[in-house]
């Protein structure tokens, strides 16, 4: 899609044209990738990151550190993430990184000798989901309000039950109508099937993020 450029100006002054906007804490391009976005948010995160290791050098507990780590810099990772997640493939892996480094700190400083590629064997430790499988769940819950709460039929047209005209092996319960396939709705399906063997989607009285997460690997 092209974008029309028109130069605006106030008297004998040009404005500078962006490429981007910010509305509710969220940046947008004229294409909705999220670059922009997703950029702005890992640089802080890590700035923060950076501010946590240098005041925590004296920390003797992984779990204070852990709950820093949630508050300051995992929320803001996951700002937003059912507008930007898996939008482009090489935006999601960039917050990834971001808990890496997070991960790497706390093998090093509470000598888990776990070695710098156990990833998920040093978030295990810590009791923490990989950022790809939480951005998942959060998908899986917002399915949940679609199913619940909202009375919109132009957008649940976009998410269908799945009727089998042959019994197979695959038991998922919602499927994406093939013109949707590539937009939100379809990755919210395919979040909900892949989480929800173990928990009621139609839940009415609500399910939480941490709910959705403990049902999944326990």
């Known amino acids: 899609m092209k974008s029309i450029a028109f130069r605006y ?41 950076g501010l946590i290791r ?3 050098s004296s920390f003797s507990s ?26 482009m493939l090489t935006d999601s892996p960039k917050t990834e990184k971001v808990q890496k480094k997070f991960a790497n700190l706390c093998n090093n ?27 998942q769940h959060v998908d899986a819950l917002f399915l949940t309000v679609f199913v619940n709460k909202i009375t919109c039929p132009f957008i649940l047209h976009s998410i269908g039950l799945r009727v ?13 109508p093939y013109c949707a396939k590539a937009s939100p709705s379809a990755r919210f399906v395919s979040a909900a099937n892949a989480v929800g063997s173990k928990i009621g989607v139609f839940n009415h009285h609500g399910i939480s993020l941490e709910y959705l997460f403990v049902s999944n690997i326990t």
């Open 9 to 49: 100006q106030i008297g004998l002054t040009y404005l500078a044209h962006s490429p981007y906007i910010k509305d509710l804490g969220v940046f947008l391009d004229h294409g909705l990738y999220f670059h922009n976005h997703v950029g702005h948010t890992v640089a802080q995160a890590l700035r923060v990151l």
């Open 54 to 56: 240098y005041i925590t």
């Open 62 to 87: 992984t779990d204070t550190l852990v709950i820093m780590y949630y508050a300051l810099v995992r929320s803001k990772l996951g700002f937003a993430s059912v507008a930007w997640n898996s939008v």
């Open 109 to 135: 400083r509470f000598l888990f000798n776990l070695g710098s590629k156990k990833y998920k064997e040093i978030l295990a430790r810590i009791n923490t989901p990989p950022l790809h499988l939480r951005w």
């Open 164 to 176: 089998p005209s042959n019994i197979t092996r695959d038991h998922s319960t919602f499927t994406a």
